[in-house]
């Protein structure tokens, strides 16, 4: 990595001019770099963007009850949306990991980028404060926030309820496989309802493949 570009680059993008140019090295450092890495800034910059997010939705939703605000708020600070916003500002390429965990293809991994997304907002906000990092999530997240027409029903709470409305046992989950890494693991997660069918979807976590498939069954279902 060229220090410098990657220093100019924080500025350009993110609209933040490092004051300490090794926290925000620190920030892109995966623990297989063999360096400090990213995780404890990634914890701090977890919980300013769900502050953040979580203020901001309360005054755009004045009318909307908890439920709907927590299920807006779970949608957006989700390791999924954290990841796709990495995607947009370039992040990946500024990546600093071990041979192994790039050749694991830890850089295209949704955990590894949301957490470094996160890792940068627990920077801007050590060095400039809420505001500053407010501003950087209220410019990238726009897009997320306004797109959600409804407060998103998560799809593990949609396919409970889909069974108990047709008198069905619970969807049960099963971990089918694990694969890949440590530091970059795959997990396959079949979810099935008894005598109605099931569906099977792979995750970086066992909560994210219990999502993706409890989607699929869910698509299936809707056909």
Not at 32 to 45: A, I, K, M, T, V
Not at 74 to 85: E, K, Y
Not at 113 to 135: N, P, R
Request: glycine content about 8%.
């Amino acid at each position: 990595m060229n220090n410098d570009a990657f220093i100019s680059w924080v500025e350009k993008t993110l609209g933040h001019k490092p004051k300490d140019p090794a926290l925000f090295l620190r920030a892109m450092t995966h623990p297989s770099h063999g360096n400090s890495d990213y995780q404890r800034l990634e914890f701090l910059g977890d919980r300013v963007l769900g502050l953040v997010i979580a203020n901001w939705l309360y005054d755009l939703f004045p009318r909307e009850p908890e439920g709907k605000l927590s299920r807006r708020l779970n949608s957006l600070v989700s390791g999924a949306s954290c990841a796709s916003i990495a995607r947009v500002v370039g992040l990946p390429q500024w990546l600093r990991l071990g041979k192994q965990a790039r050749d694991d293809g830890a850089a295209a991994s949704d955990n590894v980028l949301g957490d470094v997304m996160e890792a940068m907002i627990g920077a801007i906000f050590l060095e400039s404060g809420l505001d500053a990092a407010g501003k950087l999530i209220h410019k990238y997240w726009a897009p997320l926030v306004t797109g959600q027409e409804s407060a998103p029903k998560h799809p593990k709470s949609a396919l409970q309820e889909w069974a108990a409305a047709h008198n069905r046992r619970p969807p049960a989950y099963e971990i089918v496989s694990r694969t890949g890494p440590q530091h970059n693991p795959c997990f396959t997660i079949q979810v099935s309802i008894a005598g109605v069918g099931e569906a099977s979807a792979e995750g970086s976590s066992k909560q994210e493949a219990q999502t993706a498939a409890a989607k699929a069954l869910l698509d299936v279902l809707a056909q």
